[in-house]
């Protein structure tokens, strides 16, 4: 039976093999990457973002932070990914769209088999908005409760955190959390009160090393860091901080960068602490947070600075 049109999520319809242009290179860190990837909406949209994730039966404490910290990221420039269910996710979607933002859902069914169906006019305005609806199996495959643990590691999978803003124990929320620590995949966790079912998945995932997100200041950092986030355009660190490796200040000892560097060699420090001492102190070495978050980020990837489990930075060991 055919679906009428009402029933239906209008746009550009494609296919993306493993392997072809656009297939997101996020996935190569799957064990079991789809083969094929079914869309409608624009291709392009599947690049990394945040993922933001939460309980079906929200509370209101849980809608508000969906809503507060994927606003927060959009306004960044940062893609949201979510799963298009009733409650967080749905709320994460649509703030993306309301702030100008570029967002992704993922099906547990094919895409002619949208589910939740109440969700249809959601999955439309993503579309209508530059993002896309996405699915890992054929156009009119129906969801199955398996169907949506296995399309959560795609939300982990192509971003490069995932927010859980609620989330119960055992529930899909949480188990997405556990899709992103296999690939590697930073978490970040609203706490939320002890008597709340909805919060306990988000609370047990921080007392076993997530990061806590306990307000906007520090989450705006958090992303500087991840995203190398700058006056809202994203950036890659060799924007801030040069091109082509550490720059001859910093091998001579000298400058801002060999100031930090040899900062956090005698006392690690945490990214508020960072800001502190060399953002708004007295004599500072970088003019935004941003900037300092850029350099901390570049020596990361190049092996200089690790953060400990404890949350702070330092030099790797």
């Known amino acids: ?3 009428s049109n009402d029933a239906s999520i209008q746009g550009p319809r494609w296919e993306l093999a493993r392997g072809s242009a656009g297939y997101p290179a996020a996935f190569d860190a799957l064990d079991d990457a789809p083969p094929v990837l079914y869309g409608i909406g624009d291709a392009s949209a599947l690049r990394e973002g945040l993922a933001v994730v939460g309980a079906r039966k929200a509370t209101p404490y849980g809608m508000h932070a969906a809503k507060l910290f994927a606003g927060i990221a959009a306004d960044r420039g940062i893609s949201i990914i979510s799963g298009g269910a009733r ?6 979607h649509e703030v993306a769209i309301a702030h100008g933002g570029i967002t992704v859902a993922f099906l547990g069914g094919g895409c002619d088999e949208p589910y939740p169906a109440c969700n249809i006019g959601l999955f439309n305005r993503i579309v209508a908005s530059g993002g896309a609806v996405v699915s890992e199996h054929p156009w009119t495959f129906p969801p199955k409760p398996y169907t949506f643990r296995l399309r ?5 999978g192509l971003a490069k955190a995932t927010l859980v803003v609620e989330a119960g124990i055992p529930s899909g929320t949480f188990s997405t959390a556990d899709e992103a620590l296999a690939v590697n995949r930073e978490v970040f966790a609203v706490p939320g009160s002890v008597f709340s079912e909805t919060s306990r998945g988000a609370n047990a995932l921080i007392a076993q090393g997530a990061m806590p997100v306990v307000d906007e200041s520090s989450f705006r950092e958090m992303l500087d860091r991840l995203f190398f986030d700058y006056g809202g355009r994203l950036f890659s660190v060799d924007d801030a901080c040069g091109i082509g490796g550490p720059s001859p200040a910093f091998e001579e000892g000298v400058g801002p960068e060999g100031e930090l560097i040899r900062a956090l060699r005698a006392d690690p420090m945490r990214l508020e602490q960072m800001t502190d001492a060399f953002v708004d102190g007295a004599v ?8 300092l978050m850029a350099c901390v980020g570049r020596f990361e990837i190049q092996g ?3 953060r400990f489990p404890d949350g702070r930075f330092g030099v790797s060991r």
């Open 152 to 156: 959560n590691r795609l939300i982990a």
């Open 284 to 291: 500072p070495l970088f003019s935004t947070t941003a900037e």
């Open 304 to 306: 200089v600075v690790e």
């Open 87 to 92: 409650g967080c996710d749905a709320a994460a």
């Open 1 to 3: 039976m055919s679906r």
